[in-house]
């Protein structure tokens, strides 16, 4: 039989069973511009959260974090100045420090992040200026709604994990399949686990039946 694939992300996919963990809320009223003439975007909704705070953010040149971000920056109406070959912590950090040392970089960003991207490129003598404006919760289901056994489940970021966790035991026969290795650290000890070959909830999934039907 078949493994059941479960998607954490709050997006509907053909192919999966619908599991989202994380609910979104904008906390900012307006966006602090000042100072800056970069945003860094690490996310869709990053990018939906400034688009409903200020439109104004369009007229400013944007860092894209993962190929889902650039595409939504791109179909609200700005311009994408650069997209990281990676989207990991520290390989993200390097880049900017390299690429964007001139710049005045305003990141706009969750209210928890899994890497601290400030401290890292202050050692490398850049000033990053940060505005929160959302967070993120947890989703609370029954513990009759878990996945059943051998589910393959796929997590899109560190939050949908510790949601996950928040609602279920984690179960020895469960799979998991992230999004990336920043992602990865969060897992329990000693469960099976793919990463996909490209940063994007698509690339995830193929993973995923990709493994089902190894199985």
Not at 44 to 54: F, G, N, P, T
Request: charged share 25%; proline share 7%.
């Amino acid at each position: 039989m078949k493994r059941p694939i479960y998607l954490t992300s709050p997006q509907r996919k053909e192919g999966t069973i619908p599991l989202p963990m994380i609910r979104f809320e904008i906390i900012a009223d307006r966006i602090d511009y000042q100072g800056c003439d970069t945003l860094i975007f690490t996310s869709k909704e990053a990018v939906r959260s400034a688009e409903a705070i200020d439109p104004g953010w369009k007229s400013y040149p944007a860092v894209a974090i993962g190929p889902a971000t650039a595409q939504r920056i791109r179909e609200l109406g700005g311009r994408v100045l650069y997209q990281p070959r990676e989207f990991y912590g520290e390989i993200l950090a390097a880049d900017l420090a390299e690429l964007f040392r001139e710049k005045k970089l305003l990141y706009l960003r969750p209210e928890k992040v899994s890497f601290d991207s400030k401290a890292f490129l202050k050692k490398a003598g850049i000033e990053l200026k940060e505005q929160v404006i959302y967070r993120t919760g947890c989703r609370q289901y029954r513990p009759e709604e878990a996945p059943p056994d051998g589910a393959i489940i796929v997590f899109t970021s560190p939050s949908t994990i510790h949601c996950f966790l928040k609602n279920f035991s984690w179960r020895e026969s469960y799979r998991a399949v992230v999004i990336g290795r920043a992602t990865l650290k969060h897992l329990p000890a000693g469960t099976r686990v793919a990463v996909a070959e490209a940063p994007s909830v698509a690339a995830c999934i193929v993973r995923a039946h990709a493994w089902a039907k190894e199985e």
